[in-house]
């Protein structure tokens, strides 16, 4: 698990975060939402340690990391994995040698013994035939599949994710995003995706936080979305007339799943 507890950040005048608390839960997707500068890039770095909080915690499994200096930051750092907005992979690097590159900076296994394992997250990441390639030379889609590999080369528990589906078309989206959710599930990582895409959202949000100027507005689930009450938070997911829709037929179905079920336990009961 990782906690965030009263964290607060300012850029010079301007405060960023106020006094924030989450827990991000492992073995789910954990979805930061929101609109631009409402503090969810800056609370993931903070959580990265790529920013400093200004004052609060941030504690990996019960450790204090932002009371950590650099070598004492390092064990946990290498037990996070990072799949960036534009994959940001090396150029001049094939997709094997993409992949690699952590386990050369941090494994002492034998060469053999890191192909190894740089084909196991090639195969997971259901990618075929792509090892000599370079970046220029493969879709949107398989760059974020490369980096998602990357992500998991050296067996992290704790993922971060930075708008997965940037750039993709919603068909790849929906692969990339089935892909993050059941590796999270495989591996029981802790697993915290920053998000603007309404179907992740959805569909993948087994504990999302609304953050909204700076603070926390709202925090549940892909299911307590559909009946949350908060204003700002509808006004944000359900904008248009569109998804105001969805979110009543998705109201609709799920109440009249809810009774269908009602009424079948009863039935069990009532036969035992």
Request: glycine letters at 6%; proline letters at 3%; aromatic letters at 8%.
């Amino acid at each position: 698990m990782i906690e965030v507890i009263n964290i607060r950040k300012s850029f010079g005048d301007k405060t960023i975060l106020q006094d924030v608390s989450v827990n991000m839960e492992p073995g789910k997707t954990n979805l930061i939402i929101g609109a631009s500068g409402s503090g969810k890039t800056v609370l993931m770095k903070c959580m990265v340690g790529l920013i400093e909080v200004d004052s609060g915690k941030i504690k990996y499994d019960g450790q204090d990391f932002t009371a950590m200096d650099d070598k004492e930051k390092k064990p946990i750092r290498q037990e996070i994995g990072m799949l960036f907005q534009g994959s940001a992979l090396f150029d001049s690097m094939t997709v094997e040698q993409n992949i690699m590159f952590p386990l050369d900076m941090f494994s002492k296994e034998k060469y053999k013994v890191r192909m190894k394992r740089v084909q196991e997250c090639l195969d997971r990441v259901n990618l075929k035939d792509a090892n000599k390639k370079f970046p220029a030379e493969i879709s949107g889609g398989m760059k974020k599949r490369v980096g998602i590999a990357r992500a998991i080369v050296l067996n992290p528990k704790y993922l971060f994710v930075d708008e997965p589906n940037s750039g993709l078309d919603p068909q790849t989206s929906l692969v990339i995003d089935k892909l993050i959710k059941d590796i999270t599930v495989e591996y029981n990582i802790t697993t915290v995706v920053n998000t603007h895409d309404m179907n992740t959202v959805m569909e993948s949000g087994d504990h999302i936080i609304y953050m909204h100027q700076g603070l926390k507005q709202w925090e549940g689930s892909n299911e307590d979305i559909i009946f949350a009450d908060d204003q700002k938070l509808n006004d944000f997911i359900f904008a248009s007339e569109f998804f105001q829709d969805i979110k009543e037929m998705r109201k609709t179905e799920m109440f009249r799943d809810k009774g269908w079920r009602t009424k079948k336990d009863g039935e069990n009961s009532s036969r035992t």
